[in-house]
């Protein structure tokens, strides 16, 4: 793998006001209506929508993708893009023109819900939910990696000079102990609802207990993993530290939800957790969107710029959200089973990259190291050396030729 592009504040500032751009607004708030309601549609097959669901889910991000590539035209501001500089948003003539402004996506949804109809049949269409739920997992592959590249570059900005990491022994120990610490508070909030923990059952408690044991033995054990990676000469080991524990923090977060909407812990879903999912789901998908925008601008392509950013963020919320119904339709499960998976393939996949990611951190930039002074008095060296070895070089040429005429 290679270096992870350095960032600057100003990116990340530009993306948070794309993506808070009124004009967009109707356009993520359908990713949220049609999500949710294909979701409860597919769960109680309403219309046949548990063959079809699918399918709309796979047609609606094709749409946004298209949209997204002619986004930066005329043609594409006009037809997306709903005004709202003179008037604002809180009035009807923004909002009626506003959700005009999905109508076009809607027709080319409709357009590709049709053409993979006729393509692929009444008895094929099973295969686009299992294609979405095989997706699911890799996008909860893709998940940790992107929240991994969040936390890399993150902290290549705070790195400076060239320090020395610390590992193992006691330094190892206190790292798990706030870990544990800092999860202990959650435990008794999201596993316990606030209320006493004598006051539940055997099984729970021993369940939770056994959680922040874990913690700590993979914060040991992660340490160790990471041991090499963190004591490379010439790196800043304290911003490696950091990257390291903001990284495990994370996974142990992601545990932590695996475990918590687990059939061991709780039963039914609740609204707390359906806006965790929807938050984790839109950082996902702003970084995700962010790289991509990043290495769109270096290159000169529009298509990752501005509103088109927006275009491929819903769209590949269209394609998570179809992934997380489809695999709760095909398994006959339940959203909190599915979604349990999902963190804990996330955590697995942030711990067992761990070495490589933080490999990327730590290594100052050394032009910006050395005093301009001294590349003055370096480069004069080097051109002292050369002239050198250019005189050496004709005396030997000269010497040459009077051998030759003796």
Not at 141 to 166: C, D, E, H, M
Not at 292 to 302: D, I, L, T, V
């Amino acid at each position: 793998m290679g270096d992870v592009p350095s960032s600057d504040s100003s990116d990340s500032s530009t993306m948070i006001r794309v993506f808070s751009n009124p004009s967009t607004l109707p356009h993520l708030i359908s990713l949220v209506v049609f999500s949710g309601f294909l979701y409860i549609a597919m769960k109680i097959d309403l219309f046949g929508s548990g063959a079809q669901g699918g399918v709309i889910f796979l047609s609606l991000s094709i749409s946004y993708f298209f949209a997204a590539l002619i986004a930066p035209s005329r043609f594409g501001e006009w037809i997306f893009n709903s005004g709202h500089n003179e008037t604002g948003i809180l009035n009807r003539k923004f909002w009626i023109f506003g959700f005009a402004r999905i109508l076009p996506v809607l027709v080319v949804a409709g357009v590709v819900w049709i053409l993979s109809n006729f393509a692929l049949g009444n008895d094929n269409l099973d295969k686009v939910k299992l294609f979405l739920a095989m997706l699911f997992i890799a996008m909860s592959v893709f998940q940790g990696i992107s929240l991994t590249f969040g936390w890399v570059v993150y902290a290549r900005k705070v790195q400076k000079a060239p320090r020395n990491s610390k590992t193992g022994g006691l330094i190892s120990l206190v790292r798990s102990g706030i870990a544990v610490i800092v999860f202990t508070p959650l435990v008794w909030w999201f596993g316990y609802g606030t209320e006493d923990p004598r006051n539940a059952k055997l099984s729970v408690n021993i369940v939770w207990l056994l959680f922040l044991v874990i913690i700590a033995l993979l914060g040991t054990a992660l340490d160790r993993y990471t041991k090499r990676a963190r004591e490379r000469q010439g790196a800043d080991g304290v911003a490696l530290d950091m990257a390291f524990f903001l990284i495990f923090i994370t996974a142990c977060w992601h545990l932590l939800g695996a475990l918590r909407r687990s059939p061991l812990t709780t039963e039914q879903s609740t609204g707390g957790m359906l806006i965790e999912e929807g938050c984790l789901m839109s950082i996902s998908i702003l970084l995700a969107v962010w790289s991509m925008s990043n290495k769109g601008k270096k290159s000169g392509w529009r298509i990752f710029q501005g509103q088109s950013a927006i275009f491929w963020g819903i769209g590949f919320g269209f394609t998570y959200a179809g992934s997380i119904a489809s695999l709760t339709a095909l398994s006959e499960g339940s959203l909190l089973t599915t979604t349990a998976i999902g963190h804990a393939i996330t955590a697995l996949v942030m711990m067992a990259i761990l070495p490589v990611s933080i490999s990327w951190v730590g290594i100052p930039d050394t032009e910006e190291e050395i005093p301009p002074q001294v590349l003055q008095s370096t480069t004069v060296e080097a051109q002292n050396i050369g002239n050198q070895i250019d005189t050496e070089r004709r005396l030997n040429e000269d010497e040459d030729v009077v051998e030759l005429l003796d």
